[in-house]
């Protein structure tokens, strides 16, 4: 036992004595050792991943979430504000600002776009209707527009701020949905009429029943905007805030974001909310096929060529007629589409205004479809500025490449909810506090072509590699335990 422990601390003796000796000659294999490691970058752990996120999103982006279901309308002379625009117009100098300096990240071609969008709008608008008419309408247009848009591109910058502000609007969906359970059930607005105690508000709507329920409206102007602000949250809160977190935890969130949409009871908002669930069960059952959504793709493409050859009605009219609630609404949104689209190409380069537009008699003059209204009202150079902010911010950050895994969570929910918008505006136009979510939550997803590639540094430290000329390696020592150090090797 004593000669196995004297021989352990010769050879431990004899290993300090090599180290001292090769320290002390300036070993350069040793120096850049040293070197290496203390200049190796380290793996950099995703924010959700790491538990460094935050509880609330900025303050702007907060005040903004919360304005939304304040129903309060501000009246001053002719000026009219609701608590969504009064947020909005205060911060709107603040972000821009922000966003001319840089600070919002660089400059993208969706951000072109939508500058785009509102001066063609507003040029089209004072050829119609004139400047005075123009004025005040190209005022809150350029407000709500540009407001929300660059509100979200100046202040959601990282992925805590992503994180931050859905888990802000899951809590104000969630605070929503006992209100809109009580409404369907009393057939009456709760909130609405609280609201209105203090300041003017929106007028409660004549809402049909469905189910021997009322279509919950809460705080909204109408039920189906009120469906389609509950139906954004479904895919952030399953995937961004139930990132690592079991299913339990996940649908438990979720299904309050389901519930809160369902009391809608509008065709649009479901449909788009059962079209997230689809692609969020896709994205799942086949998370490990890197290939999952080309093969998605090759999918839709084949039935959109198959509808395109052998059906009489164009693939628009099978999708509107497919998220219909009932035949009646389906056929009011082939109505809205077929002449619609019939005004737009008969008015391509300024629209009609917000006067009337040619149509079928007896057809209702409300225009339930977001994606031909500008085009319709402003010329077809508004549409196509529209497409574009819409496909560039999506395109660009569907093909971002060098995420990490948390955020490629933060990328699929950003799509998906996007998607769940596409299908929305085919059914109902979007106006007042859910046209402002929609260019909000399209801004809110930009950070994400900010982030440099060594954010996607595995986990799991990496093989540290120099690039710099490796030294000649000094000459060895041979140690044998049993007769200490001996001549150096050649």
Known sequence: MSLMSTSSRGRRGVGDAMTAALARSGSPRLGATRSLAQTAPQPEVPAIAAGKVKRWPPLPVLAFLVAMVIPWQIYIGSVHLSCT????????????????????????????????????????????????????????????????????????????????????????????????????VTKSSVLLNF???????????????????????????????????????????????????????????????????????SSGPMTALALQVGLVGWNWVLRGFAGRWKLLWAILGSMYLVVSLFSRQSPAQHLINLVAFDKGSAWQRLLIWEYGSASIAAHPLFGVGFGDWP????????????????????????????????????????FKRGLSDSQIQCRTAYLICMVGFFVAGWTVDFWGEVYTAFFFMLGS?????????KAAIPLRASRVTSTEPSPRAPRQLIVNPRRGASAPRR
């Open 85 to 184: 625009r009064l947020v909005l117009l205060v911060m709107l100098g603040p972000a821009m600002w922000k966003w001319v300096t840089g600070k919002a990240g660089g400059i993208r071609i969706p951000d072109i776009a939508v500058l785009l969008f509102i001066a063609w709008c507003g040029f089209a608008t004072v050829q119609i209707h004139g400047v005075d008419y123009a004025f005040q309408s190209v005022g809150m247009l350029f407000i709500e527009t540009a407001g929300s848009y660059f509100l979200a591109r100046a202040y959601i910058r990282t992925e805590q701020d992503f994180y931050a502000m859905c888990r802000a609007l899951f809590w104000v969906v969630a605070c929503l949905l006992p209100f809109a359970v009580v409404e369907a």
């Open 195 to 265: 609201f209105e105690k203090f300041m003017p508000s929106y007028s409660p709507i004549d809402a049909e029943l469905r189910w021997d329920m009322r279509r919950a409206q809460v705080v909204f102007q109408h039920p189906i905007l009120y469906g389609v602000f509950c139906g954004i949250a479904f895919a952030p809160t399953f995937l961004v805030l139930g990132y690592r977190k079991s299913l339990a935890k996940r649908w438990s969130k979720t299904a309050i974001i389901v519930a809160a949409t369902f009391f809608s009871l």
């Open 359 to 398: 149509r079928m008699d007896g057809q209702t003059s409300s225009v339930d479809m977001f994606w031909i209204i500008s085009a319709l009202r402003h010329g077809l150079l508004a549409g196509i500025f529209l497409g574009i902010a819409y496909l560039g911010a999506t395109i660009m950050i569907g």
């Open 445 to 453: 997803g930009l950070w994400l072509l900010a982030v440099p590639d």
